[in-house]
């Protein structure tokens, strides 16, 4: 049966097509079969996706992709239940009943957090969602500056969200975009090593929450 990733946020801009990429790539690189299922009328992450398959060469993994409306996810969802082990829906960027299929559907939700104010309160909106469907997310702090004091300041406030805050922090990195716009995830891209890293341990935290035995 497939796990169900879910990335949301209310606000643009906070990185959910980013994260939603790069886990792929990097559980893919793990042998593991991975959907992606783009429920973004933006189209980037298909978008993303065209430009991998047309360079496909040195590409790691099992990768499908497949769109689908906001109160379509679960019907295209299931379709993959048997024959991958995860699938990850890529949401609006909006907060509204057009999401609760998606968070309704999910084992676990993704939640990117810039180090922002403006984020944070953003965030309310989907945890308050999520909670009203019994979920409580992984609250991932995205695109931070390290040793800045409101990078410290946002991710001491992901504590005391009804969420889990991870671990595991997503720098401001270039190689992140890089490494989209080349149709790839930063463990498949060159000098992109430490940013590997990161997502690397994202998803050591993700695969434990998940199973925590």
């Known amino acids: 049966m497939a796990t169900i990733l879910t990335f949301a946020q209310q606000k643009g801009g906070s ?5 939603c990429a790069h886990l792929a790539v990097e559980l893919a690189s793990r042998g593991y079969g991975v959907a992606l299922l783009d429920s973004d009328p933006q ?10 398959f047309e360079r496909e060469a040195g590409l790691k993994g099992d990768i499908t992709f497949s769109t689908a409306s906001a109160w379509g996810v679960s019907y295209e969802a299931s379709k993959y239940k048997d024959s991958h ?26 939640v990117p957090v ?11 909106g989907v945890l308050e969602m999520a909670e009203r469907e019994g979920k409580r997310p992984l609250a991932v702090l995205n695109r931070a500056r390290a040793g800045t004091k409101l990078t410290t300041a946002v991710q001491g406030a992901l504590s005391g969200l009804a ?47 998940l199973d925590p035995s």
């Open 15 to 19: 990185g959910k097509t980013t994260l």
């Open 43 to 52: 189209g980037s992450l298909g978008r993303w996706f065209m430009t991998r």
């Open 85 to 110: 082990d995860f699938v990850l829906i890529d949401t609006p960027p909006k907060i509204d009943s057009d999401l609760k299929p998606a968070l309704k559907a999910s084992d676990l939700i993704v």
């Open 114 to 124: 810039t180090a922002s104010q403006v984020d944070l309160w953003a965030t309310e």
């Open 163 to 209: 969420a889990d805050a991870a671990t595991a922090v997503i720098a401001n990195r270039v190689a992140y975009a890089e490494a989209l716009g080349a149709g790839q995830g930063v463990a498949e891209y060159a000098g992109a090593a430490v940013a590997a890293g990161e997502i690397s341990a994202l998803v050591d935290e993700v695969l434990a929450k």
